[in-house]
C-alpha cells in the first residue's frame, strides 16, 4: 500500500488542478447560463433580467469565481466566496422547503460549496496562476 500512496501523492498537485479546471470551468457556464442563456436557456427559457436579486447577482459572482478558479488567481479567496454564495443559496432557496438536500433540489449548491472549501484548503494546485506567482517571488 506504500507504493500505492507515494505514487499518488506525487501526482496530487497536478490533479488538483485538473480538479480546479474542471470545476471552475462548470461554475463558469453554470454563470453564463444564467447570465446570457448560453450554452442553453436556463430554467426560466431566458437569461436573468439584469440586476435581478438574487438571481442575477448570483451570475455575476458565480462568473468572476469561474473563471478566477479556472486559471488558478486568487484560488483561496475566490473559493472562499464561492462556497459562501453556495451556502447563501443553499440556505434561502432550498432549505426552507425541506430538511434533506436530496428532497430540497440543493445537491448541486451543497456539492459546490464543498467543493469550493476544499479548493479554501488545499489551494489550486501546480498548474496555477497562484502556483507561478509563489514560485517567482521565492526567487526573488
Request: proline share 5%; charged share 10%; aromatic share 14%.
Amino acid at each position: 500500500m506504500n507504493r500505492l500512496e507515494s505514487r499518488l501523492a506525487a501526482v496530487t498537485p497536478a490533479m488538483l488542478s485538473v480538479f480546479r479546471i474542471v470545476f471552475g470551468l462548470l461554475f463558469t457556464v453554470h454563470a453564463t447560463q444564467k447570465l446570457f442563456a448560453w450554452p442553453v436557456a436556463g430554467p426560466s427559457g431566458g437569461a436573468v433580467p439584469v440586476g435581478t436579486w438574487p438571481y442575477w447577482w448570483a451570475g455575476v459572482i458565480e462568473l468572476v469565481v469561474g473563471l478566477l478558479l479556472l486559471v488558478g488567481l486568487v484560488t483561496r479567496l475566490a473559493a472562499f466566496v464561492g462556497a459562501g454564495e453556495m451556502a447563501f443559496a443553499y440556505f434561502t432557496q432550498h432549505q426552507p422547503s425541506a430538511l434533506w438536500p436530496i428532497e430540497n433540489g440543493g445537491e448541486l449548491a451543497v456539492l459546490y460549496c464543498f467543493g469550493f472549501l476544499l479548493l479554501v484548503f488545499a489551494g489550486g494546485g501546480a498548474y496555477a496562476v497562484d502556483a507561478m506567482r509563489s514560485s517567482t517571488t521565492r526567487r526573488r
